[in-house]
């Protein structure tokens, strides 16, 4: 018998979903992916999740959310989808551990960051001095120095961002030109607190038990040691959207097409949030945002077809 509600993802857009779903009485079954909880459980520590006066442990957010939505009835099982079939009224999902039909589908599947491959980058990954998100983690780094690895306008973006914050901000570049637009590179190029350090190639991320120096290789062969607390890595986002196309129409970058209510798809009943559907904000309070709104939507579909039915 098919499912009503299928949620693909347990980050907080899939969380959410299931908790406003299971609240409806929809019974959702969630499918928790390739990492459980999504990006926010490699953060140590969320300081900008509204109704937190002194932050919260990522995990214990998601734990948290997770026991909310099984309280209203929400199931939860392990797997991962590899292809779909969205032809009919009924979505057919196969996945490595069984194949899964519903009447509706939210997809919020998040997106991977893409990293830098190199020794100590995932020793010190969320929480202890590497990180990939300045807008979560740059107020922990005041006045000390940072380096930002990346040229285009997200590196730019959060390397002016960080100046808020840190006492010096390296940013680094494999290049001597950015990818980004013009204006970024102007006013990273005559921001006090930034330094460019270009043509270099990130090669080790070292420290104790956080970190205190990015080593980089310079074109003539010679290494450099950055003294810093934290590398922001910002070369890019990898959305968790292939096993979904060409079902899904989904951009250059790879991040879903939602429809003008941001959260609607092409296909009538299948319905995504999240960062898999964001490549702006990316953001805990964003993505729940996104997964009530899928929630609330695919309710309203589910009562439009009992009721043509």
Request: include cysteine.
């Amino acid at each position: 018998m098919a499912e009503n509600v299928l949620i693909l993802g347990t980050g907080c857009a899939g969380l959410t979903a299931a908790i406003y779903a299971a609240r409806a009485g929809l019974n959702p079954l969630v499918l928790e992916g390739g990492q459980p909880g999504g990006q926010l459980t490699t953060t140590s520590e969320v300081e900008n999740f509204p109704g937190f006066v002194h932050g919260v442990d990522g995990n214990e957010l998601i734990t948290n959310m997770k026991g909310q939505a099984e309280r209203f009835g929400a199931k939860f099982a392990w797997d991962r989808i590899d292809s779909v079939d969205f032809s009919g009224p009924v979505k057919k999902l196969k996945g490595g551990e069984a194949t899964y039909e519903a009447k509706a589908v939210i997809i919020a599947t998040g997106a991977s960051p893409r990293l830098l491959g190199i020794p100590g980058e995932k020793k010190y990954y969320g929480g202890n001095g590497v990180t990939t998100c300045a807008t979560c983690d740059g107020a922990f780094y005041r006045n000390v120095p940072v380096a930002v690895v990346g040229g285009g306008d997200s590196a730019c973006e959060e390397a002016l961002f960080l100046t808020r914050f840190a006492s010096k901000v390296y940013l680094v570049h494999r290049r001597d030109t950015f990818r980004a637009s013009d204006i970024m590179v102007q006013r990273v190029k005559t921001h006090e607190k930034i330094e460019l350090v270009l043509n270099v190639t990130p090669t080790e991320i070292l420290g104790d038990e956080k970190v205190h120096t990015l080593r980089v290789l310079e074109k003539s062969g010679a290494a450099r040691d950055l003294g810093v607390k934290c590398v922001f890595v910002a070369i890019g986002h990898v959305p968790n959207s292939q096993a979904f196309t060409p079902s899904l129409e989904v951009d250059e970058g790879g991040y879903f097409v939602a429809g003008a209510n941001t959260v609607s798809t092409r296909v009538p009943g299948v319905f995504v949030a999240g960062d898999c559907a964001d490549h702006v904000y990316r953001q805990a309070i964003t993505a729940a945002g996104m997964g009530c709104m899928a929630a609330i939507d695919c309710e309203r579909f589910l009562q439009e077809e009992a009721h043509s039915a």
